[in-house]
Structure formats: C-alpha cells, structure tokens
C-alpha cells in the first residue's frame, strides 16, 4: 500500500538551530513530491515540488531534498514564525489529481 | 480577499442530520479540490473538479457525500445523514495547472462537529 511517513511527529527548536524534518514514502511510482506548510487554523499553504532524486528546491530558510526513498526539508537558522506543522505530500498516478499527505510535523521555534 | 473562500467556517450538527459547506475558488482557477483533515493528521483526498465534470473521486467519498459544481465556478460539498466520524475539517483548494505544478491554493476551511 502506498505510504508516507513524516518524522518526527514534533520538533521543538530554538532560535537559530538548525535541523532537518524527513518524509518518507513507499509507492509504487512516485510523480512528485510536494512540501506544503500549515499554520492553526489555516488551510496548507504550498512550498515546493520535487519531481527527481538529487533535486533540491530553496525558498529563505527552507531547503527541500530528494531522494528515491525520503525527502528532506532543512530548516536553516529557523525563526519563531517559521512555527508551522509541515506536510509532503505524494502524486502516485500520472494525470490523476489525488495527493497521499503524510501526518505533518509540528515544528516550534522558541525564541 | 481573492483566496479560496469556504462557508461556513464552523458547523455544529446533531447525528442524522444533513450539512452542506460551499466553496468559492479563486477567479480564474478552473480545477478545484476537496480534502478532509483531522485532528493531528494529513489532509485525504475526497473528490476532484475541472470546470464543472467530476473526474476523481475517493473510496472515502461514500454515498452520503455528493459534490457539485455546476457552473464551474463555486463548489457545494453535501454530507448526507452525518455521522460522528464525520468530525473534521473539509477544506477545499482551486489551481489553475494542478498536480502539474503542484500549488494548490487551500482555502481556511469548514469545520464540522457532528455530537
């Protein structure tokens, strides 16, 4: 069965220390990976696409790799509103439309 | 505001009874989405529009749940003879390339309570 699996569920960092979350998937024909960011209350909000192992996306402090197993997104001297739950997401089938969502991790930055 | 606009934000029903959430997408978006999300969990795929036909549809969407979009511009999700699992947001997102670039635009959602 197709699978993504996001760790760790919770990070708690503080100011400036950086680290990485990891989302790993097992389908059977990956058609892109996507990064989206989710603050209380709010509807996801859409970061990156990664479609091939070795590709790498960057955005401020954010930095999302690509492997043919996980994805990683690197959070580099994290600020307090970098507070989110971070979700990735799967395409399995070409042309169709469904993403497969990992559970997220909550990320706190304290100050 | 041009986001993607849900109503209502909040819903509280009792079991049995029937709900309707609307969603309105961003102007010139022609491809819009359907998810549910639950406490602690990623969003799950329910449906999905362009312009006005329905061509995905999940296991999850049962027969107590239809979706329209008749014009291709608004969208209604119905949930028929809710039931206490039915607890969740429902959040609804437009895209004018879809998958092919991957950014969905989310709208805030509707939450549903069913007691």
């Known amino acids: 069965e197709d699978q993504v699996t996001q760790s760790p569920e919770a990070l708690r960092l503080q100011e400036g220390e950086s680290s990485s979350l990891n989302c790993s998937y097992t389908?059977?024909?990956?058609?892109?990976l996507f990064w989206y960011r989710q603050d209380p209350g709010k509807g996801p909000e859409f970061l990156f696409t990664?479609?091939?192992a070795g590709e790498e996306k960057e955005k401020e402090r954010l930095k999302a790799t690509l492997t043919k197993k996980e994805s990683f997104l690197h959070i580099t001297a994290p600020k307090p509103e970098d507070s989110a739950t971070y979700l990735c997401?799967?395409?399995?089938?070409?042309?169709?439309?469904?993403?497969?969502f990992g559970q997220g991790t909550r990320l706190t930055i304290n100050p | 505001d041009t986001g993607v606009s849900q109503n209502p934000r909040h819903k509280i029903t009792k079991r049995g009874q029937n709900v309707t959430f609307r969603c309105d997408p961003i102007?010139?978006?022609?491809?819009l989405y359907w998810y549910r999300q639950t406490l602690g969990q990623g969003p799950e795929f329910l449906t999905y529009f362009q312009n006005e036909a329905q061509l995905e549809k999940s296991r999850l969407l049962s027969d107590r749940f239809s979706a329209e979009r008749p014009k291709g511009s608004f969208s209604t999700l119905e949930i028929q003879r809710t039931e206490q699992g039915d607890s969740a947001m429902y959040l609804c997102a437009s895209s004018l390339w879809g998958l092919n670039t991957g950014e969905l635009f989310f709208g805030e959602g509707s939450r549903l309570t069913v007691l």
């Open positions: 997401a799967v395409r399995i089938i070409q042309g169709a439309q469904k993403l497969v």
């Open positions: 102007s010139e978006h022609n491809r």
């Open positions: 990664l479609y091939s």
């Open positions: 389908v059977s024909g990956l058609r892109g």
